[in-house]
C-alpha cells in the first residue's frame, strides 16, 4: 500500500494524491484487507476473529477500544513476549506519546516498515507546499527540530518518541539530498541529547545561515516560539560566537561542536553588528522577517491547542503565513493539509486513505457520544462507526485507526469535523483531544470551550500593551465552593509594565461570561462555583512547567502545554511563580434556556 514516488517530480506527485483521494474508498478496504491478511493470527485478532479473514466479521468481532484495553499487550511485548501477539512483522521499537495512562506516557508499537511509510508521508508535503510558494529550491529551511533521550524497555526494545525514532532512523540521516530538504542545522546538532546545546547551535547555524533561509519552523508553535524566547535570552552570547568565530565553551556535544564550527568556519564581526543591532531594539515585532529576510512563511502546526500561539507568532513573524502542513501522531501519521496558505482558523488535513485503515465514532456537538463510550457504555454506540469515505459534512467524529503496526480499532482520542471533500477523501478540521475537561460541578468544560472564552478576554488586554502567551488551567476544589483557576503568562509588548487589577478583574468576567450555559447556572443561580480566579505568573513560568513534565517523560518536539492541569506537583510549578490573583467580580448572566 505504499506508492513510491519522486517528490521533485512535481506532476507525478499531484498525480499521486489525486489518485489517493479519488480512489479513497477502494484503497481504505485494501489496507484493512491487508492488514487483516498478515494479522489475523495475532493472538490479538485470532482471539476475536479465530482465523476468518473478513472485513464484515472484523467489524462485527472486533471491538473498539481505549489504551488500557491493549496496554496488557503492549506491556507484554516490552517485557520480551514475542511481537505476534498483536504483529507479524516485528515490533522494533515503542514510541513513547504525549498522552498519558495512569501518569505515565502511552507506548505504542511500531515496525521498521512503518519508517517507510512516515518518509512517504513526508516526501508529499514537498510537492504540496511546491504547488503554492514559489522558489523553495533557492534556499534552505531553518527548522528546529529535536530529539529525546531514549529508554531501553525490560526486553531491550527502544522506547522513545515518535520524532526522536524518525530523526535518528536512516530514512532521516540518509535522507537523498534535493533541493527542497536542504536545512540550516546539520543533523548532528539535531541529533544532540542535550536540548540547550541542540538549541543552542541550531540558532546560530541558522543565523549564520541568515540570508539562504526561506522557510523556518519546528513541528509545534510552542517548539517554535521556544526557540524564539531562546534568542530573545541568548542574542548577546550567539552573537559573540558569530563575531569571534568560536562556539562557546559550555557546548560540550563534540559532534554538534564540530557541526556547528563547519557551519560557523570564520569571524564575521559585521554580521555580528546587524543581529545585536536588531535584537537591541525595544520591540521584536517582526524579528523573523528582520533577522531571516527571505523568509517565505512559517512552518509549524498551529491547530488544536496550538492555536492560541497564533498571536504570538503573528507578532514575531510580521505577517509571515502560518502554515500547518500535516497532522500525524505516535500511532499513525494520518493526513497533509492541501491548502497550506489557508488562514489557520480554515485548516483542515486530509487523511491518507493508505497509511492506515480509519473509522469514525458520530459524537455531537457536545461529544456527548465519545464521553459515554469513554465511561465503558459500549453499547449499540460501535455499530455507529462509520468507514473515511461515509462521514458526513459538518459532522463530528472520533478517529479510530486499525495500523499495520498491531493497532486494531484503537481510539486515538481526537475529536474532528469534516470541513469538505477532496475528491472522495473527505478533510477534518481539528476540534479537540477527547476529555480535556474542568468540572465543578455538573458543569463539563473541553479545552475547546476553555479557548474560545480565553481567545475572548484576552482581547481586553491588547489595549494595555499586553499579551497573553500562555495559559492553563484546574479547578480549585480544596475549599468550597470550588472555582476554576487560570494561570495566565502576559507578556508587556513594550517595556516591564505589569497588569493592572481592573483589566485582570473585566478578564476573569469575561472568561465566565464565555463559558457554557451549565457553568453560568452553577455560578449564578446555583452557587456550587465560586468565582473564576486568573493567577498571573512571572514570564518563563511556563517554561518551567515544560521543563518539569519533560523531566516526568514529556518529549520535547511533541510537548503542548496542557490546558487543564490536574497533579499537584505541575500546579505547585506555577503557584511558585505567582505574581496577582485576581477575581471575578460578579456572577455572569445567565437565564434558563426554553
Ligand atoms: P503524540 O502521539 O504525542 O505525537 O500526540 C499526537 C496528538 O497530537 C494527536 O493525536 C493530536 O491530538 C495532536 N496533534 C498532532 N498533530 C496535530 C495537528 N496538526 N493539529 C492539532 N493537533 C495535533
Redesign the pocket.
Known amino acids: 500500500m505504499l506508492f513510491y514516488f519522486d517528490p521533485n517530480d512535481q506532476q507525478e506527485s499531484m498525480k499521486l494524491i489525486e489518485n489517493l483521494t479519488e480512489n479513497a474508498g477502494k484503497i481504505q478496504q485494501q489496507v484493512l484487507k491487508d492488514i487483516l491478511n498478515r494479522n489475523s493470527d495475532t493472538e490479538y485478532l485470532h482471539g476475536f476473529l479465530h482465523g476468518v479473514r473478513d472485513v464484515h466479521q472484523f467489524k462485527k468481532s472486533v471491538p473498539v477500544v481505549d489504551y488500557e484495553q491493549i496496554k496488557p499487550y503492549i506491556d507484554r511485548i516490552a517485557n520480551g513476549e514475542p511481537s505476534n501477539i498483536i504483529s507479524s512483522e516485528p515490533i522494533t521499537e515503542l514510541l513513547t ?3 498519558t495512562s495512569g501518569g505515565k506516557p502511552k507506548i ?1 508499537p511500531t515496525t521498521a516498515k512503518e519508517l517507510d511509510r512516515k518518509t512517504f508521508f513526508y516526501n508529499l508535503l514537498i510537492p504540496v507546499m511546491n504547488q503554492y510558494v514559489e522558489g523553495l529550491d533557492e534556499g534552505k529551511a531553518m527548522y528546529l527540530l529535536f530529539v529525546k533521550p531514549e529508554i531501553s524497555t525490560p526486553s531491550g526494545l527502544m522506547a522513545r ?2 520524532l526522536t525514532s524518525y530523526y535518528k532512523s536512516d530514512h532521516f540521516r540518509h535522507r537523498p539530498l534535493n533541493k527542497f530538504n536542504i536545512y540550516t542545522s546539520p543533523d548532528d546538532t539535531i541529533l544532540c541529547p542535550d536540548s540547550k546545546q541542540s538549541m543552542h547551535c541550531q540558532l546560530l547555524c541558522g543565523l549564520v545561515q541568515r540570508k539562504e533561509v526561506l522557510r523556518v519552523g519546528a513541528i509545534f508553535a510552542s517548539a517554535f516560539l521556544r526557540a524564539i524566547k531562546y534568542f530573545e535570552d541568548h542574542w548577546l552570547e550567539l552573537c559573540t560566537n558569530i563575531r569571534t568565530g568560536q562556539v562557546s565553551k559550555w557546548i560540550t556535544d563534540d559532534r554538534c561542536r564540530s557541526a556547528v564550527l563547519k557551519v560557523l568556519n570564520k569571524p564575521d564581526s559585521e554580521l555580528a553588528s546587524l543581529i545585536e543591532m536588531e535584537c537591541s531594539k525595544d520591540s521584536w515585532e517582526g524579528i523573523i522577517k528582520k533577522i531571516w529576510p527571505r523568509t517565505k512563511y512559517i512552518d509549524v ?1 498551529v ?4 492555536a492560541q500561539y497564533i498571536p504570538l507568532l503573528e507578532f514575531y513573524g510580521g505577517g509571515l503565513p502560518l502554515i ?1 502542513t ?6 499513525c501519521y494520518f493526513g497533509i493539509n492541501l491548502e497550506p496558505l489557508c488562514s489557520p482558523s480554515e485548516v483542515s ?1 486530509t487523511l491518507l486513505p493508505n497509511m492506515a485503515y480509519f473509522e469514525f465514532l458520530p459524537v455531537d456537538h457536545d461529544y456527548e457520544e465519545a464521553q459515554a463510550l469513554s465511561n465503558g457504555s459500549l453499547s449499540s454506540l460501535q455499530n455507529r462507526v462509520v468507514d473515511l469515505v461515509d462521514v458526513q459534512l459538518g459532522h463530528c467524529y472520533e478517529l479510530i485507526v486499525t495500523t499495520f503496526t498491531g493497532l486494531y480499532r484503537y481510539r ?3 475529536i474532528l469535523m469534516v470541513t469538505g471533500f477532496n475528491n472522495a477523501a473527505p478533510q477534518f478540521q ?1 476540534m479537540q ?1 477527547r476529555n480535556v475537561v474542568l468540572s465543578i460541578d455538573t458543569d463539563k468544560t473541553s479545552e475547546e470551550d476553555l479557548l474560545k472564552a480565553v481567545t475572548q478576554a484576552k482581547l481586553l488586554l491588547q489595549p494595555h500593551g499586553h499579551i497573553l502567551t500562555e495559559y492553563t488551567s484546574y479547578a480549585e476544589t480544596s475549599s468550597l465552593p470550588g472555582h476554576y483557576v487560570l494561570f495566565w503568562e502576559v507578556k508587556a509588548k513594550g517595556g516591564n509594565e505589569p497588569v493592572n487589577k481592573e483589566v485582570m478583574e473585566a478578564c476573569c468576567m469575561a472568561v465566565e461570561a464565555r463559558l457554557d450555559s451549565v457553568y453560568r447556572r452553577c455560578r449564578s443561580r446555583d452557587g456550587s462555583i465560586g468565582p473564576l480566579e486568573i493567577r498571573v505568573v512571572k514570564c518563563g513560568a511556563f517554561d518551567e512547567l515544560m521543563d518539569f513534565c519533560v523531566a516526568s517523560g514529556s ?1 520535547v518536539n ?1 510537548y ?1 502545554t496542557p490546558r487543564c492541569i490536574k497533579t499537584l506537583p505541575a500546579i505547585q510549578v506555577l503557584e511558585r511563580m505567582v505574581v496577582g490573583r485576581f477575581f471575578s467580580r460578579e456572577a455572569p448572566f445567565w437565564e434558563p434556556q426554553r
Not at 303 to 306: I, K, Q, Y
Not at 326 to 331: D, F
Open positions: 506519546s504525549s498522552g505504542m518518541p515518535v502546526i491547530t488544536g491547542s496550538m500547518s500535516m497532522y500525524g501522531s505516535s500511532e488535513y486515538v482520542g481526537d481539528f483531544r518529549s511533541q503542548k
